[in-house]
């Protein structure tokens, strides 16, 4: 009787768990492929346009992994592999890759030495019939330097006397890159503005702005008939005096377009703002990040600021401190409450005109280790901590923030950490790939997701509702889906409420495609 009633107890658990899962999301499971290239990194994954998929992939072999080549998956709407193509390639500077109008995109940065310049290359294929073409679509002369892309946008050397920097618009239909040459009394700063078919839309010189200061621009974004450009980033003062209360920079946006520019600087007295970016909402430009109340880094609340598209005039700024709950919910009753280094993920507009949007605590750390040779070796590790998550309102106070607790640290591959996030009916979901069967619960409505040591690894997804309430849902099982999910770099479908996961482990892949009801 004891066992009947156990059984039936455990039955009535996973009917209740599998309905609860049924409320919020649908997935499919695509057959396991075998893969020739077990040591890859994702670069790109998107639609083909026929409801099937497309993934670019970075490939290493040899003793010591070197990068080989690039490797193209086409998949079709069922899920099944149509076709694949290795695009041998040794020794490229890799930039960035999309996928758009039937074509693979990749993006390089060479050092011509013949002409003494640096170039931007782009190899790009039908993937319906793979040939690569290569073509140059900007060419800056100078002598080679150390590092002239610009990958941390947070730490710039600007003395090298040649750096570039290449930002893409959220969808990838447009990107700007930045180049700054200096030798001696020459100072020049360029910005150029491309979109996806490789079309200069126009260039700026910039160079009277970088006599007083130096950019280090992070994020960026185009008006929709795309003729303006709107940059914003770190403006490094060169030569001011400084007091205590001070930082050596200030957060600035830039518009340009092809008949000129103007600027804007987030200055008021003890408020420091961090980690903006713009976004429109319908005609109106918004600037949206994180605030500090001293110098240093540690966060203190949400900055919103209001634009005009044109003249960048600020008609309205705001600084909403981070609530009571928020706090409890990411220290609990810890006395040191340092809030820092959070990456934006995801912003969007609902309906009514409030905005949904989330960040990640992100850093790396450095340590040196033996190899198997006997030798010591810099090893660099990515730690993706804490999500949040917040609501301000159509004018800009804060609705409500919540903290999801989390922990981890890769050595590889991001794209098998951090989380993706969607929202939809006022609602924000989460999705967490973690080896842990559940999270640690903290308290009533707070949770702690921790990396865990199974090479098998659960799907969580963490509702964030309206009111910022939360729930969560195991939604896939390691046993259902052997295949760890490149859970922070899916292809999603708006229009289908749809989120397309690539699952990858040494010789096996498989996609993974999970609807949002």
Same mark, same amino acid.
């Given at each position: 009787?004891?066992?009947?009633?156990?059984?039936?107890?455990?039955?009535?658990?996973?009917?209740?768990?599998?309905?609860?899962?049924?409320?919020?999301? @649908?997935?499919?499971?695509?057959?396991?492929?075998?893969?020739?290239? #077990?040591?890859?990194?994702?670069?790109?994954?998107?639609?083909?346009?026929?409801?099937? @998929?497309?993934?670019?992939?970075?490939?290493?072999?040899?003793?010591?992994?070197?990068?080989?080549?690039?490797?193209?998956?086409?998949?079709?709407?069922?899920?099944?592999?149509?076709?694949?193509?290795?695009?041998?390639?040794?020794?490229?500077?890799?930039?960035?890759?999309?996928?758009?109008?039937?074509?693979?995109?990749? %993006? !390089?940065?060479?050092?011509?030495?013949?002409?003494?310049?640096?170039?931007?290359?782009?190899?790009?294929?039908?993937?319906?019939?793979?040939?690569?073409?290569?073509?140059?679509?900007?060419?800056?002369?100078?002598? =080679?330097?150390?590092?002239?892309?610009?990958?941390?946008?947070?730490?710039?050397?600007?003395?090298?006397?040649?750096?570039?920097?290449?930002?893409?618009?959220?969808?990838?239909?447009?990107?700007?890159?930045?180049?700054?040459?200096?030798? +001696?009394?020459?100072?020049?700063?360029?910005?150029?503005?491309?979109?996806?078919?490789?079309?200069?839309?126009?260039?700026?010189?910039?160079? &009277?702005?970088?006599?007083?200061?130096?950019?280090?621009?992070?994020?960026?974004?185009?008006?929709?008939?795309?003729?303006?450009?709107?940059?914003?980033?770190?403006?490094? !003062?060169?030569?001011?005096?400084?007091?205590?209360?001070?930082?050596?920079?200030?957060?600035?946006?830039? +518009?340009?377009?092809?008949?000129?520019?103007?600027?804007?600087?987030?200055?008021?007295?003890?408020?420091? =703002?961090?980690?903006?970016?713009?976004?429109?909402?319908?005609?109106?430009?918004?600037?949206?990040?994180?605030?500090?109340?001293?110098? &240093?880094?540690?966060?203190?609340?949400?900055?919103?600021?209001?634009?005009?598209?044109?003249?960048?005039?600020?008609?309205?700024?705001?600084?909403?401190?981070?609530?009571?709950?928020?706090?409890? &919910?990411?220290?609990? #009753?810890?006395?040191?409450?340092?809030?820092?280094?959070?990456? !934006?993920?995801?912003?969007?507009?609902?309906?009514?005109?409030?905005?949904?949007?989330?960040?990640?605590?992100?850093? @790396?750390?450095?340590?040196?280790?033996?190899?198997?040779?006997?030798?010591?070796?810099?090893?660099?590790?990515?730690?993706?901590?804490?999500?949040?998550?917040?609501?301000?309102?159509?004018?800009?106070?804060?609705?409500?923030?919540?903290?999801?607790?989390?922990?981890?640290? @890769?050595?590889?591959?991001?794209?098998?950490?951090?989380?993706?996030?969607?929202?939809?009916?006022?609602?924000?979901?989460?999705?967490?790939?973690?080896?842990?069967?559940? =999270?640690?619960?903290?308290?009533?409505?707070?949770?702690?997701?921790?990396?865990?040591?199974?090479?098998?690894?659960?799907?969580?997804?963490?509702?964030?509702?309206?009111?910022?309430?939360?729930?969560?849902?195991?939604?896939?099982?390691?046993?259902?889906?052997?295949?760890?999910?490149?859970?922070?770099?899916?292809?999603?479908?708006?229009?289908?409420?749809? %989120?397309?996961?690539?699952?990858? +482990?040494?010789?096996?892949?498989?996609?993974?495609?999970?609807?949002?009801?």
């Amino acid at each position: 009787m004891l066992k009947r009633s156990v059984f039936l107890f455990l039955f009535i658990t996973n009917v209740l768990a599998s309905l609860a899962q049924e409320e919020l999301v @649908t997935y499919t499971i695509g057959e396991k492929f075998h893969d020739k290239y #077990r040591y890859s990194n994702m670069l790109a994954i998107a639609d083909d346009g026929n409801e099937g @998929t497309v993934v670019v992939r970075a490939y290493y072999t040899g003793i010591v992994l070197k990068p080989k080549g690039y490797f193209i998956e086409h998949y079709n709407k069922d899920l099944e592999l149509v076709s694949e193509y290795n695009y041998k390639l040794k020794g490229a500077n890799f930039i960035d890759a999309y996928v758009r109008n039937g074509q693979v995109y990749l %993006l !390089f940065l060479e050092y011509n030495y013949n002409n003494r310049s640096y170039q931007y290359e782009v190899h790009r294929s039908p993937f319906s019939q793979f040939q690569f073409t290569k073509e140059t679509i900007l060419s800056i002369a100078s002598e =080679p330097v150390e590092q002239p892309l610009d990958r941390n946008f947070y730490n710039r050397n600007f003395s090298s006397g040649f750096t570039t920097s290449i930002l893409f618009n959220d969808d990838k239909s447009a990107f700007a890159i930045t180049t700054h040459y200096k030798k +001696r009394k020459v100072d020049q700063h360029t910005i150029y503005a491309f979109n996806a078919n490789l079309n200069k839309l126009f260039e700026h010189d910039f160079s &009277d702005e970088v006599e007083e200061k130096n950019y280090a621009f992070e994020n960026v974004v185009f008006s929709k008939d795309m003729q303006n450009v709107y940059l914003v980033g770190k403006a490094y !003062f060169k030569k001011k005096r400084f007091n205590a209360t001070e930082r050596k920079f200030q957060y600035e946006m830039v +518009r340009v377009s092809s008949s000129g520019r103007s600027l804007q600087s987030f200055y008021t007295p003890r408020k420091f =703002p961090e980690a903006l970016k713009p976004i429109f909402k319908g005609g109106e430009l918004l600037c949206i990040g994180f605030y500090a109340d001293r110098k &240093d880094n540690r966060y203190n609340g949400i900055s919103y600021f209001n634009l005009d598209p044109m003249s960048l005039t600020l008609k309205t700024e705001k600084f909403n401190a981070f609530s009571e709950q928020f706090m409890l &919910d990411k220290f609990g #009753r810890e006395d040191d409450k340092a809030i820092k280094n959070l990456v !934006f993920k995801g912003m969007d507009i609902t309906s009514e005109g409030n905005i949904l949007f989330n960040a990640e605590e992100y850093f @790396t750390s450095n340590s040196v280790q033996s190899n198997s040779s006997g030798g010591r070796v810099m090893v660099t590790r990515y730690h993706h901590n804490d999500i949040i998550s917040a609501k301000l309102s159509a004018t800009g106070d804060l609705v409500w923030a919540r903290n999801i607790n989390k922990t981890e640290v @890769t050595q590889g591959d991001g794209a098998y950490a951090s989380y993706s996030a969607y929202t939809k009916n006022n609602n924000t979901y989460f999705f967490i790939s973690t080896s842990a069967e559940n =999270p640690q619960q903290l308290s009533d409505d707070r949770i702690m997701f921790k990396q865990g040591l199974s090479r098998n690894r659960n799907v969580f997804l963490i509702r964030l509702d309206e009111n910022g309430h939360m729930k969560y849902n195991k939604v896939i099982d390691d046993t259902e889906a052997r295949l760890p999910l490149m859970v922070s770099a899916p292809y999603i479908d708006r229009q289908k409420d749809e %989120l397309m996961f690539y699952a990858k +482990r040494g010789t096996k892949k498989q996609l993974v495609q999970v609807g949002v009801k």
